[in-house]
Nanobody
């Protein structure tokens, strides 16, 4: 059974940085694309970034140049380095694993990121 556990969220000031971590277990391998999504109050859940096992990445326009997604396949972990945070980045951030072929989705429980002075 696949399980994803996020950590690293918290309260930061505008312009600050946070690093989110996602620990995966239960069979996540190179057949899965890993990603981060976020959902603000009253908003839909949106893509933040994805990364393949080979290191190919994709970012939402709103975070390009500020966020960096990375992956450690040996540790079954994925990370999201968030820099130059602004209040619009406030949301619950979710780790996602999607099978490249079967399109099966797995989600973590989410971690709250709040950007405020």
């Amino acid at each position: 059974q696949v399980q994803l556990v996020e950590s690293g969220g918290g309260l930061v000031q505008p312009g600050g940085s946070l690093r989110l971590s996602c620990a995966a277990s239960g069979g996540i391998n190179s057949r899965y694309v890993m990603g981060w999504y976020r959902q603000a109050p009253g908003k839909q859940r949106d893509l933040v970034a994805t990364i393949t096992s080979g290191g190919s990445t994709d970012y939402a326009d709103s975070v390009k140049g500020r966020f960096t997604i990375s992956r450690d396949n040996a540790k079954s972990a994925v990370y999201l380095q968030m820099n130059s945070l602004n209040p619009e980045d406030t949301a619950v951030y979710y780790c996602n694993a999607r099978h490249f072929i079967y399109r099966t989705d797995y989600w973590g429980q989410g971690t709250q990121v709040t950007v405020s002075s």
